[in-house]
Structures are given as structure tokens and as C-alpha cells.
């Protein structure tokens, strides 16, 4: 590779010998995702997974795939680009989660005004932290330079995964019946949902990111930043434990889109309110942008990044089994009889 290069190319604003250096630093980062049933390394044509299904009597492939949106823009502001990776792979592994699938390998985009080597490096780093703490493999991805389409020192992050079930093992919410649990998850904070309202409420391009607010016990930025937690490694336990009887990634839509999602027809989710952590972010979103607690519940996980339903007679032991995995959680509500949907009391 070190004899190409294109002095034309490079005129024209695409510098592929800075690609190649991008993929030399970003080697080390993903050699700490290698799991077993990876072949090769980077380079390549295509990502090879070998798949070891022996433990599954009918395995399904499941994939999920998805971006960060305008979350970027905090990232582009605060110069601080090794996180945002997890965010990438935490929407779609978590995902996938939620139909009872254990990820196996990971692959990204990135599409940049101009390809600046140290910076993909970061991105990397945190595709690659997302899979370390999912348990999968990053196994490629492609890093595009668009120059014209994007200012230079922009770019835009997706990705998606692929993992596998066993299909008796499925969530597909068969089992699921009145006086079952919904257990709460909790989320690290705003997660990667909702931003451009909060970009509109703080209107953080004219504004100081890196000041201090008490309600948060540090800088707005920073708080916003702190990358979606990743679910997979305690609730995959759970599963081996327990019988969940559905899921649901609280992403965009909030509470009233994605906990029906996981709910059979003629029954609901009744939630106590009362019993729902916000976390202070929210709280501060609300109140800065005069937004209705109706439109908070549908907007953003508020403080709940994934709920899981349970049997109630098993509901103590699913929280024992969280908990001892490193993973807070707390009972919010239960299934009830109703037209399919979220209710608030």
C-alpha cells in the first residue's frame, strides 16, 4: 500500500494514503474485540465470522443496524470523538438484545468531509469499547471521504450487527401474561435519542458545553455525551436464569412507542410513575424547554434504557441475578389486562 497514491485523487479533496493510515491506528483497537470465530483481519473484502452453533437446536440470525444522529453535533462541538462509537453500537446491539440474540460481530461507516487519520482512530476506539463491552467481534467496516458533501471536519457514524438465537428461546412475548413484571434498566442519560429537541432547548451551538451545572454535578456537554449503556452482558445472563417474557429497547418514541413493542394484544403496561428514576438531565430538558411530561414519556427514556418483563414469582430472582452481574435495576410497573399500550398512574 505504500506505493499508492494519487496526487489527482488527492487535488480533488480524497486522500488515500491518509486512508491507509487511519486503518494502521485503528489495528490496535480492533484486535481487543477478537472473539472466537473470527478469521483474518482487516483488509480484506469481507469480514469472516465462523459460527459455532452447536448449542442451538434451531438457530436464527438476527441483525440490527442503525446510526447516532444529531448526537454528533455534540461530539463535532466538544472536539471529542472516542465515545461516540459506543453510542453506534450500543443502538444496535441492544436492539437485538431485545429479541433475545447474543451479538457476534459488528460493522461500521463512517462517512467524513475529510479523512483525518487520528480522528477515525478515536471513532474506532469507541466501536471497538461498544463491542468489547457487547461481547462481539468488530470485523469491518468503511471509512468514505466525501469531500463536498460534508464540511471537512464533519462526518456521520453507522453501523450494524449480527448475532443468533435459538429460535424456541426467541422474545416474542408468547408467554407473556397479566401480573407480570416490568423490570427497569437504567440508562446512563439521554443515550442517542432526542437530540435534535435538545440541541433546540440548549441551543448548545451558542452556548459554553463545558460549564458547570449543578443540577447535573458537571458540564452540560460532558453529561449529554456519556455514551448509551450496553445491555447485553447481564441480560444475555439473565436469560440463562430466568424466563423473560419480553423486552424493549427504550429508544426514540420513549416510553408510549417502545415498551408496547414487546406487549401481545389485549394486554398493556401499566407503569408507576412514582417508581420511574428520572434521571436529572431530564428534569433540566423539561424544564428549559417548557416541555409537557407527556412529550418527555415519548420523546426519551428518562432515566430507563431498556425494561424487561418477568414472571412476578421470579421478579426477586431477576433482580438478584442484575444485580450480581453489575447491572441496577428496579421493579416500575406490571402487565395488565387493556388495550395494548402504556399507561402512566
Known amino acids: 500500500m505504500s506505493e499508492s497514491h494519487s496526487s489527482s485523487y488527492a487535488a480533488a479533496g480524497v486522500d488515500i494514503v491518509a486512508g491507509y493510515k487511519s486503518v494502521e491506528l485503528m489495528k490496535e483497537h480492533v484486535r481487543r474485540t477478537m472473539v472466537p470465530g473470527v478469521l483474518g483481519g482487516l483488509g480484506g473484502f469481507g469480514g469472516f465470522f465462523q459460527l459455532d452453533l452447536s448449542e442451538m437446536k434451531n438457530p436464527v440470525l438476527v441483525s440490527g443496524t442503525d446510526g447516532v444522529g444529531t448526537k454528533l453535533k455534540l461530539a463535532f462541538l466538544l472536539d471529542k470523538h472516542d465515545t461516540i462509537g459506543i453510542d ?179 394486554l398493556m403496561a401499566r407503569v408507576d410513575k412514582s417508581a420511574v428514576k428520572v434521571l436529572p438531565i431530564f428534569d433540566l430538558i423539561a424544564k428549559e424547554g417548557n416541555i409537557p411530561e407527556r412529550d418527555m414519556f415519548n420523546t426519551y427514556n428518562m432515566g430507563v434504557g431498556m425494561v424487561l418483563v418477568v414472571p412476578a414469582n421470579q421478579a426477586d430472582k431477576a433482580m438478584e441475578v442484575l444485580k450480581a452481574q453489575g447491572q441496577e435495576c428496579y421493579m416500575m410497573g406490571e402487565i395488565v389486562p387493556g388495550e395494548k399500550g402504556v399507561e402512566l398512574c
Request: net charge negative; proline share 6%.
Open 88 to 266: 453506534c453500537v450500543a443502538m444496535c446491539v441492544n436492539d437485538i438484545l431485545a429479541c433475545g440474540a447474543k451479538p457476534l460481530f459488528f460493522l461500521d461507516y463512517i462517512a467524513c468531509g475529510r479523512n483525518i487519520p487520528e480522528k477515525i482512530a478515536a471513532i474506532v476506539a469507541g466501536v471497538a469499547e461498544g463491542c468489547v463491552q457487547a461481547g462481539c467481534a468488530l470485523i469491518g467496516g468503511e471509512t468514505a471521504e466525501h469531500p463536498g458533501m460534508m464540511p471537512e471536519e464533519e462526518y456521520d457514524l453507522a453501523g450494524f450487527t449480527v448475532g443468533a438465537v435459538d429460535k424456541e428461546k426467541i422474545l416474542d412475548n408468547s408467554d407473556m401474561k397479566a401480573g407480570d413484571v416490568l423490570l427497569a434498566l437504567p440508562s446512563t442519560g439521554v443515550h442517542s435519542n432526542g437530540f435534535s429537541l435538545v440541541r433546540k432547548v440548549f441551543d448548545l451551538e451558542g452556548k459554553d458545553l463545558r460549564r458547570y451545572v449543578p443540577e447535573l454535578g458537571g458540564e452540560l456537554g460532558e453529561t449529554l455525551l456519556t455514551p448509551t449503556q450496553i445491555y447485553v452482558k447481564p441480560v444475555l445472563e439473565l436469560m440463562k436464569q430466568v424466563a423473560v417474557h419480553g423486552a424493549s429497547h427504550i429508544t426514540g418514541g420513549g416510553f408510549y412507542e417502545n415498551i408496547p413493542r414487546c406487549i401481545p394484544q389485549g
